[in-house]
């Protein structure tokens, strides 16, 4: 059986400690910082990060790109009607750089 340590693991583990909600960039630099991840993948590692911090159920993405423990946020905090995304929306792909925090010039998937 593995052991290995995963990057929501590693962002659940650093939430527990915090004890409130923080700003995406900054828990991905702790978790950046935690797993040692090199210069060179961190672009690419934080798009990753990014996808399965939202399909991990233990994780609520809150305004203002913050994040909290699902387990300390009352239903109505992180319960919302799906929004449907047009993947041809010119705006699409800017909010998702905007999220990530990354440049124009850095690649999204």
Do not use: H
């Not at 593995?2 to 962002?11: F, I």
């Not at 915090?18 to 672009?43: G, N, Y």
């Not at 009352?74 to 009607?81: C, G, P, R």
């Not at 792909?93 to 999220?99: A, G, S």
């Amino acid at each position: 059986m593995s052991t290995k340590v995963t990057m929501t693991d590693t962002a659940y583990n650093c939430m527990i400690k915090r004890k409130k909600e923080i700003e995406f960039s900054k828990l991905w630099q702790e978790v950046a910082k935690a797993m040692k991840i090199p210069e060179e993948k961190l672009s690419r590692k934080k798009r990753q990060f990014y996808a399965e911090l939202m399909d991990d159920r233990r994780f609520a993405s809150l305004s203002g790109n913050k994040w909290d423990l699902r387990s300390r946020r009352s239903y109505s905090e992180v319960s919302a009607d799906a929004i449907v995304l047009d993947e041809d929306d010119e705006g699409y792909e800017t909010e998702d750089r905007e999220l990530l925090g990354l440049s124009k010039t850095e690649e999204m998937y």
